[in-house]
């Protein structure tokens, strides 16, 4: 009788242990960029400045963004990278872009409006206060965050017509506890995530996406 109930207890903790799922594998996967222009539909990229739509002391926007895209697309794109003054002016004719792009082969021009600016947020965060804190929420403390933003309104106008052949708005949210972090530093981050969801659309450059396989 004992050897016959340590026979099924055995069994019952197989069994369980079979059943039992395995710790989650986390993936990152490469995907496929989805584009808007087939493979090879423009051989240059004319990047303009962009219209700066807010004021900052000492920090354009616009002309950071050109300067950064540029650069980065010259590491991304096979072809041609150029840049050019925004021309003058709040509604541009496309005789305007024809003939920015004039003499060049098949060439599209990457311009837009942004805006950069910050503000001061409150946040509440699962972290202990002093008891006789104003701010002790059952647990929680209330502190301030400086959250910049990054609007960026793109535009790609074609060389051959000066017609728009794309038109997207991107939007960037960064949060630092430094309150007094700098507008270069913050605009660095903030680009670098909007390059992240233009390139992909722009050049069709794989994304990396995270997976979780979850195994028994």
Sequence with gaps: ????????????????????????????????????????????IIVTDFRNGTTLPDFDAGLELQTYLAAELRRAFDGAVSLRSLPAGPGIPPETWREAAAGRNRAVILTGTVRFGSQVRKAVIAKHV??????????????????????????????DNGET???????????????EKPADFAFSDCSAGFRERLFPVLLGSPTVEERTLLRR
């Excluded at 008891?131 to 060389?159: C, K, Y």
């Excluded at 052949?165 to 309150?179: E, H, P, S, V």
Aim: glycine share 6%; hydrophobic share 50%.
């Design 1 to 44: 009788m004992r050897a016959r109930v340590f026979f099924l207890a055995t069994l019952t903790m197989m069994a369980g242990a079979a059943c039992r799922a395995a710790a989650p594998v986390f993936l990152r996967v490469e995907m496929p960029g989805v584009s808007p222009f087939p493979a090879g539909s423009f051989a240059e």
């Design 130 to 159: 002093p008891f006789d804190s104003p701010f002790d929420l059952a647990g929680r403390a209330l502190i301030e965050q400086l959250r910049w933003t990054l609007l960026v309104d793109v535009a790609v106008i074609s060389g």
């Design 165 to 179: 052949l794309y038109r997207q708005t991107f939007r960037d949210d960064r949060d630092y506890i430094d309150l």
